[in-house]
């Protein structure tokens, strides 16, 4: 699976972001898809995640103030990011995996390359 990543980009506390992320090759629907994301000098951290029946689990910090959704139709993963404040200023990553668990314990099968989110106080 090849996973492409975009969307990212500046914004002010408070305003919104939807990250996209857009997967090739294996079946699609196959695999949970997820987002994570890494903060400078700080260690990998799972944002949210949604398996292959929809069910979908999020990071306690981004409850409520992030959405993650999925297009099998486009092979697409959503993050709808609302109420952003600068401590969500990372890049982001989506990942995939076979395994919905997995993926929110961020044992990762594929993921692509990183897209930029800045949040400016």
């Known amino acids: 699976v090849q996973l492409q990543a975009s969307g990212g980009g500046l914004v002010q506390a408070g305003g919104s972001l939807r990250l996209s992320c857009t997967a090739s090759?294996?079946?699609?629907?196959?695999?949970?898809m997820g987002w994570f994301r890494q903060a400078p000098g700080k260690e990998h951290e799972f944002v949210a995640a949604i398996s292959v029946s929809d069910s979908t689990a999020y990071e306690s910090s981004v409850k409520g103030r992030f959405t993650i959704s999925r297009d099998n139709a486009k092979k697409t993963v959503y993050l709808q990011m609302n109420m952003l404040k600068p401590e969500d200023t990372a890049v982001y990553y989506c990942?995939?995996?076979?395994?919905?668990?997995?993926?929110?314990?961020?044992?990762?099968?594929?993921w692509g390359q990183g897209t930029q989110v800045t949040v400016s106080s």
């Open positions: 090759g294996r079946t699609f629907t196959n695999y949970a």
């Open positions: 990942a995939a995996n076979n395994n919905y668990q997995d993926l929110i314990g961020l044992k990762l099968d594929y």
